[in-house]
């Protein structure tokens, strides 16, 4: 359990580096890839910390982020507007090595905000199961 607390604690803590540039309105290039950066090692500290609380919780082995997706949502983490937009959060996860291509890092930038919303109930939702 002292694991899983770890996990979630460093996903938390990469969500709120996300959070501070999340809402930027005009960012210059560097913000706008400083920003997918974080969104890159955040989707990973989240699906990983998920996989934690699956694996040790509820016993389920999910070793994909989409696995352990579609698992938050057979056990009540995530409804099916969320379950969609958490699966294409993990589609842009794997677009952000082809942030070279402009329209390719604008399109995940304007998603950001949207995924920081998801993030913050897939985490909060985590911990409140955890504490019951």
Known sequence: MERLMQRLQTARQALSTLE?????QEPSAVERDAAIQRFEYTVEASWKAARNYLRTVEGID???????????RENGFLNDEETVLALEMIDDRNLTSHTYNKEVAEGIFARIPGYVELLNLWLTRILERVNQ
Request: glycine letters at 12%.
């Open 20 to 24: 501070e540039l999340s809402g930027i």
């Open 62 to 72: 999910s070793n994909s982020p989409k696995g352990a997706i579609r698992s938050l």
